[in-house]
């Protein structure tokens, strides 16, 4: 199972509470995390895109890193972490996207891939005249589809023409062309969004309970068998490690005992636009109601906390009870909390070779 993190480019990271640490994303920061997570032996990185927080008493998210950008100087830091920046197909052309990625895959020599982000937050494209209408809910991976059948053209031969719905390319060139093949991740959750991972995705990032867990492996194992493909299904976790699991659990219930609730009102009221069945909107809605293991409400996903020992041992049950194929984590304290989970909890992860 592979092991990656989900960067702190947004303001306080992934615990919208007040009892949880308050900071702005910094490049150093990152940094500072990757090169531990280097050193510790984790996989991956991911960072979103966000154009405008959420607010509330903690600023939350209303401070963002440019993720594009960023990845490649920490690209050019860094030797065998594999990067995943994010993208919304609403901000930039796919033929700027394309040659923007050629670049990242030369500074990281291959350890890099894209994920799409079709956007669901009207006030962060309507603030810049971004916005389609609402009725791009219901179009959305419509235009995904066509944004990575364009990346997929430019970077496999060099050129593309296109006379889609949403894009139209004549004889458009992109050169140099990548020396790697570059995978697309996605995030959907809808069933329209599993369908478009299925058809056009190498990896599926979700959230929730081991039982939903378990459903996407199935649901995409299936969706992408008719395309003739394998996508690969990473999960997300909030992780407190502590030396016992007493205070582990002590600290994970007091961050959320101090949740922002104007900052996830105003994340719902946005969520609730989209009436997407089953999709990322529903899910956030219903966080707020959620116990502390399946996200309550300060954290973004369900929380794994516990001893190092604990930790060690639910990672490995929902491994096996799910089949996911790897876990994105995000702390409160990413310093401290990756240093621990490298530390204290890989080595109990890790498989005795036979004698």
Request: proline share 5%; charged share 20%.
């Amino acid at each position: 199972m592979k092991f990656g993190i989900f960067l702190p480019v947004v303001r306080n990271g992934f615990t919208a509470s007040k009892a949880s640490p308050q900071y702005d994303p910094t490049f150093q920061d990152n940094l500072e995390i990757c090169q531990l997570a280097e050193r510790v032996g984790m996989d991956f990185a991911l960072a979103m895109i966000k154009y405008r927080g959420f607010g509330g008493e903690t600023g939350f998210w209303d401070s963002c890193l440019d993720s594009i950008t960023l990845m490649s100087a920490l690209a050019a830091s860094t030797t065998r972490l594999q990067f995943f920046p994010s993208t919304s197909v609403l901000t930039i052309h796919p033929a700027v996207m394309a040659r923007m990625m050629v670049l990242l895959d030369q500074v990281s020599s291959g350890r890099c891939g894209l994920n799409i982000v079709t956007g669901w937050n009207k006030p962060e494209y309507a603030q810049m005249g971004m916005w389609p209408g609402d009725e791009w809910f219901g179009k959305r991976y419509e235009m995904a589809s066509e944004y990575v059948t364009a990346l997929r053209l430019l970077w496999e031969t060099g050129r593309a023409t296109l006379n889609g719905d949403f894009f139209k390319l004549e004889d458009c060139t992109v050169l140099p062309r990548p020396k790697s093949k570059i995978p697309i991740v996605c995030a959907g959750a809808s069933p329209r969004g599993f369908e478009f991972t299925a058809q056009y995705g190498d990896y599926a990032f979700t959230a929730g309970s081991a039982s939903q867990l378990k459903s996407a492996v199935d649901q995409l194992g299936d969706l992408s068998k008719i395309h003739g493909r394998k996508v690969g299904v990473y999960a997300q976790f909030a992780l407190v490690i502590a030396e016992t699991d007493t205070e582990a659990r002590r600290i994970a219930e007091d961050i959320d005992d101090g949740a922002d609730l104007a900052a996830m009102s105003n994340m719902i009221a946005s969520a609730s636009q989209d009436s997407s069945k089953d999709g990322s909107s529903q899910r956030i809605a219903q966080r707020a109601r959620l116990p502390l293991e399946q996200g309550g409400q300060a954290f973004m996903s369900p929380v794994i906390f516990g001893s190092p020992q604990t930790v060690a041992s639910k990672i490995r049950d929902i491994g096996a009870e799910t089949g996911i194929d790897g876990m994105m984590f995000a702390w409160p304290d990413y310093i401290a909390g990756v240093r621990a989970f490298g530390e204290k909890v890989m080595p109990k992860l890790q498989v005795p070779a036979a004698i």
